[in-house]
Structures are given as structure tokens and as C-alpha cells.
């Protein structure tokens, strides 16, 4: 009885996001049931992903919270000998509370501690209203004496505030509706190539299976220095307290700036084609990336490398609003993103099924992938759980 319940039982579908991110389309997997693994290359962005897919419960980082602040007294000779940017862009209070949250916080090994990194992180820098800094942008962290001079002239001092009720507040916010049930997912901190060539012949052995689409959105050509624009979160993760790329550990490759064309085809090519070795053979891969030159024309050739069966679709698909690119100071006029699908010639056994069952009966034209306004996210992957 037992092999004829598991027998009739339908695989898992599994989704494989190898430039994950800060782990939207892994967390829009989880959350509509599917197994979702990924890998980052960025710790501030793998700390949001793994946050996302398993979040620590709201009163286990509360208390967590409060044993950090209980200790941030520790670090006041520490604060007093920052650079002068820490001093304009925080209180002394934060100052304190940060430093402590730097060496205290296992974000790697605990997940209560990386809960509340994630926190911290979200709230490290950006409108003095929201923020435990002083005026910056959100997104990216602003070069020290630039922001120093600017806060100057302007006359700003940080903001003064108590980190615990201030997080607090962040907390409850968050927590209020309950954490999302998610089908247990996976994350990886690593450079993509390294980790996928890894993972080939022991993805059962780490409870993972091979995935049946391939969805994700390579980092664009020319755009930004991911990790050089976080450079103050990450400085909270144990990097140095300044924006010199040259001291900072996680500067190196396939970490800065893309802007070698052989360099950036050659990653998306390596990435490509060991995600190849563990997808199914009619799985869908689909690649969201930039419209512009050289990027679009480097993604089609590493794909076509990757996967030389599978039918390749083109579909723009405009963004309207504020873009990455747009602020990170791209300035293109034309503007949007590519879809890049590719359907593999293999059917899958269902598409057997159907045309076995189905001989007879006239063929209806196929309807063509995102013919609605759903999100790209949600609508690849219910392509991928059909095929």
C-alpha cells in the first residue's frame, strides 16, 4: 500500500533561481507550494532571501533585541572611534547599538540573528523618518565624504532615537498578519558557478529535486557595483567602516561592476549551462534582463550555449516608473526589460498524456505565454508547474 501511495504521489516541482537576489521568485515559489532553491552572491541579499523563505518568530527576535541593546553599553570607546561619516550619520545611541549588533549577531549560523539582521539591514540607512540614519537614499549607500559635505550644507544631524522601540515598531508592523506558509526552500551563499557545480548528482542528497523551471534575472551589463553601493550594510556584516573597495573582503570576483564583455559573457555562460545539468529535460527557463546592449545580446548568446534544443520567445515587457537602471544613473531613453522564455522539445509526461487522449480532436492554437497582465513572477511559475 505504502509503494502505490507513493507511487501515485506527483513529484515535487522545484524552482532553481541561481542569481537569487534579494529571493523574490524563490519566496513566490514557497508560497504557491513549490520547492524553491537559489544562490546569492551578496550576503545582504542572501540574509533578505533566507529571512523571506524562514523567518525566526516574532517574540524570539524581540528577545533577541532586547539582549543586543542590554549590551550596546559595551561599545561606547569602539563608537567614539569611527570614522567621521558614522558620527554624521547616526546618534550615538545607534552608534552603540549597531556596533554590538555587528559582533554580537551569528547571521550565518542562527536564524533568530538573521532575522533581525534583516531587520537592521532594511532600516540601516534612508529617509530620516524611517530610518536609524541620517537623509540617504534607501536603495544604496551614499560615498562617505560626499554624504558628509551634503549633510554639512544642509545643516541635518542624524536622528535621535531608541533602537528597540524603533524596531519594535518595524516589528509589529511585519508580524502582524503572521508569517506566510512556505514549502521548505533553500538558499546558498556563494558564487553561482561554484555552488551549481556542486550541487550536481547530490541535489536528493541535500532534500532538494531537480527543478522544472529555471527562473531568474542575471545581473546587468555596465549597470552598478552591487556590492560597492552596500557598502555600509555591509560594514553591519563585519566588512570595514569605509567605501574603499580595495579593504573590503567581499569585493572580488564577480562582485564589482560588469563592464568586460568577455568577463560578464563568460559568468552568465558558466551559470547557464551547469543549471542546465540539473534541470529537467522539459523544464522551462525563463530570464528576465535588460533590453539594452551588449546585455541582451550576451544573455541570448549564453542561453542559446546553455540550452542549444530549447526554443527561445522574446517578449518585452515595459516597466513603467522608477527602474534599477534608471537609478543607478543608467541614462538610455529607451526603456523596459526583456522576457527571454525557453520551452524544451521534450514533452512532459502530461503533454504525452494529453495528445494521446486527444488524438482525435481538432488542435487548438497554443496561448501565448503572459497573454494577461498577471505578475512575470507569479505567471512563470504556473507555466513551469503545468509543463
Known sequence: MGKENSARRPAVDTVLDPFAGRGTALYSAAVMGRQGFGIEVNPVGWIYTRTKLSPASKNEVERRLIQIQRLAHRYSSVSAKLPAFFHHCFSSEVRRFLLCARAQLNWRQCNVDRTLMAFLLVHLHGKRSDSFSN???QTKAMAPNYAVKWWKARRLKPPKLQPVEFLKTKLRWRYARGIPKARPSKAYLGDSASVLASLKGKLSGRGLHRPSLLLTSPPYFGITNYHYDQWLRLWLLGGPPTDRRTL??????????????????RLLTTVFQRASKLLKPDGVVYVRTDRREPTLAITKLALKAA????RLQRMDRPIEGKTQTR?????????????????SPYPSYLGQYKRRRNRRRPRSRPTPILSNRRRPEELAIRRGRSS
Not at 307 to 310: G, I
Request: hydrophobic content about 25%; glycine content about 12%; cysteine-free.
Open 135 to 137: 537623509q540617504m537614499r
Open 248 to 265: 573590503n573582503p567581499y569585493n572580488g570576483k564577480n562582485r564589482g561592476r560588469f563592464a568586460n564583455r568577455e568577463t560578464y559573457q
Open 307 to 310: 540550452f542549444p534544443r530549447h
Open 327 to 343: 537609478l543607478f544613473g543608467n541614462g538610455d531613453p529607451r526603456t523596459g526589460d526583456v522576457d527571454l522564455v525557453l520551452a
